[in-house]
Each structure stands twice: as C-alpha cells, then as structure tokens.
C-alpha cells in the first residue's frame, strides 16, 4: 500500500503510535525530514543496517494494520466524496442566483473548510 510519501506519511500519522519509538523515529526521519539512512544512524547511534531494518518493520505494521482497519482508505474516500460536493456545490451556485446561490456558496465553503482540515 505504501507507494508514495505522502501514502507513507499519512501511514505514520494515522498509526504511528502504534509503533516503537525507534521504528516511528526512523521512519519519521526518512519519509518526512528527508535524512538519509546513512544520516538518521549517525544520529541515532546505529548502524545504517538498523535503520534499516526499523524502517521496514513500522512500514509493515503500519500496513498490517490498515489492512485491519481500513482507516486511511475511508479517509481517502471520504476526502475524495467531500472534494466531489463541494464541486457540486460551486456548480450549483454558479447555476443559481438569489438566496440558493448563497446556500450553497456557504455550503461550499463549509465543505472545503472540512476537507483542509483532513
């Protein structure tokens, strides 16, 4: 499942507690602060093997439990639903005029507040 940063990001917030403090911290340091595997046992006082290994152990149990659970995949739909309304939404208003068209600018706009709070 975890094909992009952004995938693997998200992995890490919805479960990332779930995880030991080394595994969310080299993870963490990899797909969100950009370090190197090289840089983050430097830092860490590791071997780069380590690293390693801590990375691909939290990408598997953050996996294993979204397969579980399914959160990140209704997060997704239910984000891609809202995106979907709030277009909806903004045609309708431009379609309309009088109190409809401030409706459903103001549902519109109540819909995009939603979505960047995601």
């Given at each position: 499942?975890?094909?992009?940063?952004?995938?693997?990001?998200?992995?890490?917030?919805?479960?990332?507690?779930?995880l030991?403090?080394?595994?969310?911290?080299?993870?963490?340091?990899?797909?969100?602060?950009?370090?190197?595997?090289?840089?983050i046992?430097?830092?860490?006082?590791?071997?780069?093997?380590?690293?390693?290994?801590?990375?691909?152990?939290?990408?598997?149990?953050?996996?294993?439990?979204?397969?579980?659970?399914?959160?990140?995949?209704?997060?997704?739909?239910?984000?891609?639903?809202?995106?979907?309304?709030?277009?909806?939404?903004?045609?309708?208003?431009?379609?309309t005029?009088?109190?409809?068209?401030?409706?459903?600018?103001?549902?519109?706009?109540?819909?995009?507040?939603?979505?960047?709070?995601?």
């Open positions: 499942m975890a094909e992009s940063r952004w995938t693997r990001s998200m992995l890490l917030d919805f479960y990332g507690e779930l030991t403090d080394k595994q969310r911290e080299c993870f963490d340091l990899h797909y969100n602060e950009d370090l190197s595997l090289s840089e046992a430097e830092q860490l006082g590791i071997s780069r093997q380590g690293v390693w290994d801590n990375i691909r152990r939290a990408e598997s149990a953050m996996e294993e439990i979204e397969e579980k659970t399914g959160l990140l995949r209704r997060f997704e739909e239910n984000r891609a639903a809202l995106a979907q309304l709030r277009r909806t939404l903004e045609e309708l208003a431009d379609s005029e009088g109190r409809a068209q401030t409706l459903a600018r103001q549902a519109a706009d109540t819909v995009g507040t939603l979505i960047s709070r995601g």
